[in-house]
């Protein structure tokens, strides 16, 4: 894909405005990137607050009433609501269950069981699973990807 960059003063300060000859999915994630614009994500760990950098975040699950993510082999506690996070996190990350949220640049395979339940392996060996409620949106995600 050739990419030419313009700089227009007559915009406004936070727009931006791309042309191409068709939709693609490298211009939906351009697209999706630049709405979504969120780079870290204010978390806990150990009683300090950090900010955990959204690239490196492999899942974000609820348990207990409280809503965590998986970075760099450690789990944060975020602020917000799954549902908040669903909504606004790029399309990288796709929603697996009720629970939880996985991005799917670390994920290895999935695999389908007999039961209908998908089996989620990531790239560091973990693993975590699926429901047959969001296997459309698992699909749609992947043919995205």
Known sequence: MKVSLTYNHQLPKDELQLATQAPS????????????EIFQLPAQVNNRKVLVDLVTIQQIY?????VYCYANHQE???NQRLYQLASTLPNSFVQISRSELIQLK????????????IEILFKDGR??????RYLGKIKEAINHA
């Open 25 to 36: 999915p490298t211009i939906d994630r351009i697209v999706d990137f630049a709405q979504k």
């Open 127 to 132: 693993k975590t699973s699926a429901s047959r």
């Open 76 to 78: 944060y506690l975020l």
């Open 106 to 117: 670390y994920v290895q395979a999935f695999n389908f069981t007999k039961t209908g339940i």
């Open 62 to 66: 609820a348990a207990n009433k409280k």
